[in-house]
């Protein structure tokens, strides 16, 4: 039994929990890249990511059975070429299945992590980033989210609670359990948001937007006095409620992320000193390699401040 295939690609995964639980996976990178040059983590560093990989292995592991290959000697003996077109073969199917575009890039991460392991010879193929596009581009495509049309009339029908966290997002672009992790430093007029997606930590800087500030930071401690995360039910569906009555489409709270990013955009756009001293605290300088773009500048700050790495991931919210 131990040597099925679905067993040793899951004790890969055991072996790379074990090593990456407990450690900062920054940091990690930043000595790999030291090391090799390539600023990657090899390991697995939450049990949430786990559990993902484990339920996409284990998929692919019952996509190879239906192709006969049930133990790793069945896995040993395909050709380089044989495997490669498995693989392909199984993505396509996932595509064609309906599974999204962002599930897909899971399970190409999962079989980067455990199938390269097993058949090292299958890790270019796999890395390969026309591959890994033509893979997950099939998928289906998510649903673009946008700013309500009219979102004051939809604060404007919500309880009290309920229009406080939607201007609390509004005001900083948070993911809505971000608030509940935020720590508020009056004296620095700046936000700290503690494990946030990806377990990351990121900062949140007004010192030129000091009035958005003192409101933002009211909002959060009173929120967090009133566990508010223990109510998001309600909450969507007060804000489903609002939608409905003023007749627009109901597109939950990740709106008002939307319509942060579309006014931060061309507030950072117009403060050429504000965008300067944010690159330098973000430590974004490698990622501005025109100091005259005023757009890719403020495309890489609001980036960070939406909690992401990629640049181009902002202009998804603007755009």
Request: contains cysteine; hydrophobic residues 30%.
């Amino acid at each position: 039994m131990e040597n099925k295939v679905r067993y040793v690609l899951k004790h890969v995964l055991d072996d790379l929990y074990s090593l990456g639980k407990g450690t900062k996976r920054g940091q990690l990178k930043r000595e790999m890249e030291k090391l090799t040059g390539i600023k990657q983590s090899y390991f697995i560093h939450t049990s949430k990511t786990k559990v993902r990989y484990e339920q996409a292995v284990m998929r692919f592991c019952d996509y190879l059975e239906s192709q006969g290959i049930k133990r790793e000697k069945h896995l040993d003996k395909i050709s380089t070429e044989e495997l490669q077109k498995i693989v392909d073969n199984y993505f396509k199917e996932l595509a064609q299945k309906g599974l999204s575009q962002s599930t897909i890039k899971i399970h190409i991460a999962a079989l980067e992590k455990t199938l390269e392991v097993v058949r090292p010879d299958i890790k270019q193929y796999l890395e390969n980033d026309t591959n890994r596009v033509g893979w997950w581009s099939e998928g289906r495509a998510p649903r673009k989210r946008e700013p309500y049309a009219d979102p004051e009339a939809i604060r404007g029908r919500l309880n009290e609670t309920h229009r406080m966290i939607a201007e609390a997002q509004t005001l900083a672009g948070f993911r809505i359990r971000e608030i509940a992790k935020a720590k508020v430093d009056r004296s620095e007029y700046k936000i700290v948001i503690h494990k946030a997606k990806g377990g990351r930590t990121r900062e949140l800087f007004f010192q030129h937007r000091k009035e958005d500030f003192e409101k933002l930071a009211n909002l959060i401690e009173k929120l967090q006095e009133r566990h508010y995360e223990k109510h998001l039910k309600d909450y969507y569906r007060d804000l489903k409620n609002a939608a409905k009555a003023t007749g627009q489409a109901y597109n939950a709270s990740h709106s008002f992320r939307h319509e942060y990013a579309e006014h931060r955009i061309e507030e950072l756009k117009r403060n050429e000193e504000e965008r300067r001293e944010l690159i330098e605290k973000y430590n974004i300088e490698d990622k501005v390699k025109d100091n005259n773009d005023a757009e890719r500048e403020s495309d890489a700050v609001l980036t960070q401040e939406l909690g992401h790495n990629r640049i181009k991931m902002s202009r998804y919210y603007y755009r």
